[in-house]
């Protein structure tokens, strides 16, 4: 196994316990966490792709979409916790779960 | 355990852990797929760099070659703020509560680091022409110094007018708009750089996204603080040297 194949599965299995924490956690913030913990494996599989037994530079297209996603996730994370705060403001809860549905 | 640890539904989180499990199984197939050889577009950008104003690739795929993609994500960033600003019934950062300074030493260490960080910023965007840096480096650093003014409470942040806030919002994706309109003005494909003039119209853009990307991201941290009142307003203080 080569050392960006290494990478890439790292990211890989980062990617799937924020998809397993994503489903089983019915806070609010553990569900913008774990969204976040994806994203971060999705930005190191990039990367680790982009940076494949190269000779001149690594491939840059991969690389300016991580730079950008990395300010992106950042933002959107910001706005996800706002909604959060306005969710709990109005009804009180701070959890999604079955119990939510009853009027 | 805490309490949230405990109302997980068992049959569902081993479901969950099997689904998981299972993408992860057939990431890891596809990623066998991948030649090892290096491709993908690193020729392309080699080939393109002398024509693309710039030096470094990164910045040139960013600013050049997929600057529409980077437009785009400057109105991102631009809907986040205002998506929160909009949730907070507020339009500036004007009436946020700024946190207590009882330390004097704090105080005079961030009027010591703020010039740095905006220094540093300066320096990080003008980096981006020949290695890694550029507007978005350049512009996370200059956010995180307005940060940093409002855990000092430093009261600069509540005097900030709140015209040149939302201007400071806005200029990076307008730059862009600008850039776009003139070109097409000039006979251009719609962001399509004259290699003469790459770099100079990189820079402007960078150096305007930055002040956005800088505003946008402090404004998305500071931002979700409570309203204060004006007579809540903690008094402002700063101590002379």
């Known amino acids: 196994m080569s050392q960006y194949q290494f990478y890439s599965l790292a990211g890989m299995v980062l990617f799937a316990l924020g998809l397993h924490a994503l489903v089983i956690l019915p806070h609010i913030l553990r569900k913008i966490l774990s969204i976040n913990i994806m994203a971060g494996g999705v930005f190191l599989f990039l990367i680790s792709i982009a940076a494949r037994?190269?000779?001149d530079f690594p491939d840059p297209v991969p690389q300016a979409m991580l730079l950008t996603g990395v300010v992106v996730a950042l933002s959107a994370t910001a706005f996800a916790v706002a909604l959060a705060r306005r969710i709990y403001t109005v009804t009180g809860r701070s959890e999604l779960d079955e119990e939510d549905r009853v009027p | 355990m805490d309490s949230t640890t405990e109302c997980i539904k068992k049959p569902l989180s081993v479901l969950s852990a099997l689904f998981a499990a299972v993408v992860c199984v057939f990431l890891?197939?596809?990623?066998?797929?991948?030649?090892d050889e290096p491709g993908g577009l690193t020729a392309a950008a080699a080939a393109e760099i002398p024509r693309s104003g710039v030096?470094?690739?990164?910045?040139?795929?960013?600013?050049?070659?997929?600057?529409?993609?980077?437009?785009l994500e400057v109105g991102v960033l631009l809907m986040a703020a205002m998506g929160m600003l909009l949730f907070?019934?507020?339009?500036?950062?004007?009436?946020?509560?700024l946190m207590p300074s009882p330390e004097p030493v704090l105080h005079w260490l961030v009027r010591l680091l703020?010039?740095?960080?905006?220094?540093?910023?300066?320096?990080?965007?003008?980096?981006?022409?020949?290695?890694?840096?550029g507007a978005f480096q350049a512009g996370v650093v200059l956010g995180s110094g307005g940060v940093l003014l409002w855990l000092a409470g430093h009261p600069s942040l509540t005097n900030f007018p709140g015209r040149l806030f939302r201007s400071l919002l806005i200029v990076g994706f307008l730059s862009f708009l600008l850039a776009s309109i003139a070109n097409m003005a000039f006979g251009q494909a719609i962001l399509a750089f004259p290699p003469a003039y790459a770099g100079t119209i990189i820079l402007i853009l960078e150096a305007a996204a930055t002040l956005s990307i800088a505003a946008t991201v402090s404004a998305l941290i500071i931002g979700l603080q409570p309203v204060v009142r004006d007579r809540d307003r903690a008094p402002i203080h700063v101590p002379s040297d």
């Open chain 2, 28 to 35: 890891a197939v596809a990623l066998r797929e991948i030649p």
């Open chain 2, 55 to 71: 030096e470094h690739p990164v910045t040139a795929v960013l600013l050049n070659f997929r600057v529409y993609d980077t437009w």
């Open chain 2, 114 to 133: 703020f010039p740095m960080l905006v220094l540093v910023s300066g320096y990080l965007l003008w980096m981006g022409k020949f290695a890694a840096g």
């Open chain 2, 88 to 97: 907070q019934r507020r339009s500036d950062l004007r009436d946020i509560r």
């Open chain 1, 53 to 55: 037994n190269f000779e």
